[in-house]
């Protein structure tokens, strides 16, 4: 089971991840009144980004995306296979970090700017994702995903609502969608160009892109853990959410990082305490 | 093998180590001789690890807490009389500093402690003063190894270090007196159970940080080690007036007596009367620890030599604060006293964390950074249960390993590039790789996993979780210190690949190998987390709380940390040694196709009217929000409130 498990994550996942951005480009694409790229396009430009020839400008870019995209797989793996999510979490952290660090290796002042402004992009959402963590702990007496999944417990979103909306937020922010694409925007007339991205070519740009597709997966895997007693229903909910990005990344346009901060730590971090305080005290 | 080490006397081990740091620092005053004085310093480094390792395998396989007796002397007497000489230099202190506070605290600690001295005594059932267990070994583990591991770093520091102030009497001699009266005064203090030797230790070691921080005798140091004195001679008034109080309440003055009586007696009738004495050794603690609003003597500390920083920070002074904190923790359990102490923690924690992103002074940094750390563990011991123990533990060990790597390479930097700004360590990856490779390293196994100091970070928010206000602001406090930490490294990181190259380092050996002696040892430690809970950690919180394993084992410890382990260092290595760029890929960054010459050895490019512009990049520092005069401010007027609220929460609970 545990390694049809792996073997899932490691090689449908991204598939599926793929296709979902590809579902994102078309939808952004229509609500714009363009025809948009066929679904298959992010495929045809990882292959595109995989036979460009290697530049780089120094060593660390490529340590910093193979530990980026081998950290993501295993909190992926970490958690398909029921373990435990704080660890998940940084293990996740880590990667980011390593990703960061590899866009300040470079004295750029496009990719060191997207990099600083990185760094303010985890430090808004890694509250949030903590918080929800905490939440099924309440709920379960565990960290451990497996000790959810065999529980009989009523499905987490009926007592920790608030979770549902800072995913959102989260993903929002971890996927570089506006408002939140401060540090590196998905079209590369920003100030910035392509930000924390400037620095990376070919192969690697590929990797990292590879990354977001787990990536992707992996946050809407946790927002299928909130109806952890069906995962087909978990999953919908989790799609429905992407789909809200989708609409959210249409309607707004992108604002700075100091209304980014204030809007995750007052709202986000808000209704996530009240949601636990709630917990704590009908406990 | 076993067998030899129960054959040698415990007294010899004592001996080793504590007289021996004691005597020799005597010797090493007068030893003028360059050559002599790293042989002696090896080699009391070389006594004090084995000997705590020997103390650490003979209690390992006998299970037992020890108490002894040591012979020959009235050692009582001796303790006695040394305090009141101890009193008497404080005073002489105050008067040669012209430091009325110091003045007015050493006098006050004299009468109480005449009081203590020669009031009513009730001699019942206490125990011999030496009273060794888990817990002390864990500390004397971290002081006889990383504490002589700093002190062989200092040999090359402090030469490399008076070389620049022309000065015509070398002051080394003075120097590792005090290093090494540190070292045996950290040790005689962890390993007595006396009330009256632990504070006569702990006053030692206040004595030792003024002359180590005082030691440049300029006047700024001068005036921040008078700072770093009377502060911490309010935490002695602090432990003394503890000391007296249950002196007076007819208790005995020794630690594992009152470790036991808790543990069995009539408790809710002791712990009343215990209540605000050990609020009172608390107080001690965090004025030791630097939590706020004592913070600004160990950042004033920060004008000492750099293996002064090292030291404080890693395995000595303010470990003292938070092992007095943790040695009496299951005394106040469940009390208003406990919540207290886990906020005040927590606060010190969040807001140590959040000053740091300030900072660009790398010393500052890893200031704010200790503070923010000790705050944590300080909070453990608030929160109070097995599991919250286990993590302040786990914190003690890999906090000092990481801490002291990282003063320790700050030094060799600033000796190379004259500098401790953040800003001018851009692009050291490139100039210094082995120092800054190193410092990676220190960084990551301060905040990431696999490393110790996280898991236990984790082992703490689970704790926290039944205390939800401490837990709320452990996670965003964790958060923040992401920030500054990411920052750091990326400035080092930041290379330019035309204009830095890629050069070779030449280390002095000492350097080099106390630097790799800590790294890897962060790095071996976090390994084998497993074993060093299960035979350190849980055996010292075991024996506090009677509890079975599980209680206190953090459930992170079961994530399959191997193949963490084995991914990452697989992901970093094989990029490193099989996929070599080679320098036709290297391509200088990107600048909008404005660069000057693309072979240029600078980052110039052009600018409006043909103008050339250098290209500077820089950290944010988020000046208008993180500014340090505004928030030291209010944080100081917050944590002085909780302590008053602490007091009187003790006052009222009683």
Sequence with gaps: MEIINIFFVIVIAPVIGGLLFGLDRKLTARLQKRMGPPILQPFYDLF?????????????????????????????????????LLVLLFVLALGHIMLILGGFSVRSPYSQIGSQREILQLMAYEPLLVFMVIGTYLKTGSFLVSNLMTGS??????????????????MAIKLHKSPFDISASHHAHQELVRGIYTEFSGAQLALIEMAHWYELILLMGFIALLWQTNLVIGGLIAFACFLAVILLD?????????????????????????????????? | MSNLIYYVPLSIILVALILAPLVFAFVISIVRSDYLRSLIIIMIAAVLAISSLILFARVTITHQIIHYAPGLIDWNLLVTIADFGLMAMFIRMGVRRKSALILVFAVIQTIILAWVEFGPKHTEMAYPPIFIDWLSIVMTLIVSIVGSVVAIYSLPYMREH?????????????????????????????????????????????????????HDETEESLRNAT????????????????????????LPMDASRLLELVRTGNEAHIIALLILPMACLCFAGFTKAAQMPFQSWLLGAMVAPTPVSALLHSSTMVKAGVYLIIRFAPIFRHTALSEMVAIVGAFSFITGAMLAIGQSNAKKVLAYSTISNLGLIIACAGLNTPLALAAAVMLIIFHAVSKGLLFMATGVVDQSIHSKDIEDMQG??????????????????MLLPPFGV??????????SIQNPLVMVMLVIGSTLTVVFWTKWMGRMLATNPQADGRKRENLPALYAGTLAFLACGAVILSLFIKPILENLVLPAVANYYNVAGMEMTPTVLSAPWLMIFLVIALSVLAPTFFNHLRSSQIKPAYLCGEQISSRAATAQFLTVADGTAEMTVRSYYFEKVTDESFHVKWVTIVATLLIVILFGAVYLWK
């Excluded at chain 1, 608030?162 to 959102?168: C, D, G, K, R, W």
């Excluded at chain 1, 995750?264 to 996530?272: D, E, H, N, P, R």
């Excluded at chain 2, 770093?228 to 935490?235: E, K, Q, R, S, T």
């Excluded at chain 2, 996280?454 to 704790?463: D, G, P, R, V």
Aim: glycine share 6%; aromatic share 12%.
């Design chain 1, 48 to 84: 595109k980004l995989f036979g460009k020839g290697r530049i780089a400008s120094n060593q660390f870019q490529l340590i910093s995306v193979s530990v980026y995209i081998a950290c993501t797989i295993l909190s992926l793996i970490l958690l398909a296979t029921g373990q435990d």
């Design chain 1, 153 to 170: 417990y009523k499905p987490l979103l009926i007592s920790l609502p608030a979770f549902l909306l800072t995913q959102i937020i989260v």
């Design chain 1, 250 to 283: 249409n309607i707004s346009a992108r604002l700075t990082w100091k209304w980014m901060i204030r809007f995750a730590w007052s709202f986000g971090v808000g209704i996530s305490v009240a949601n636990l305080a709630a917990i704590y005290i009908l406990r």
């Design chain 2, 162 to 214: 008076e070389r620049h102030q022309n000065l015509t009497i070398s002051k080394q001699p003075q120097f590792f007196r005090t290093l090494l009266l540190f070292l045996g005064a950290m040790n005689g203090m962890v390993l007595s159970g006396n009330l009256l030797w632990i504070y006569f230790f702990w006053e030692i070691t206040t004595l030792c940080s003024f002359c180590l921080i005082s």
């Design chain 2, 227 to 250: 700072r770093a004195l009377w502060m911490n001679m309010v935490g002695g008034v602090g432990f003394i007036t503890g000391i007296a109080l249950i002196q007076f309440n007819k």
């Design chain 2, 428 to 445: 050291l990856w490139a100039r210094m790789p082995l120092t800054s490779l190193i410092m990676v390293i220190g960084i990551l196994s």
């Design chain 2, 454 to 463: 996280l898991i236990a970070k984790l082992a703490a928010i689970e704790s």
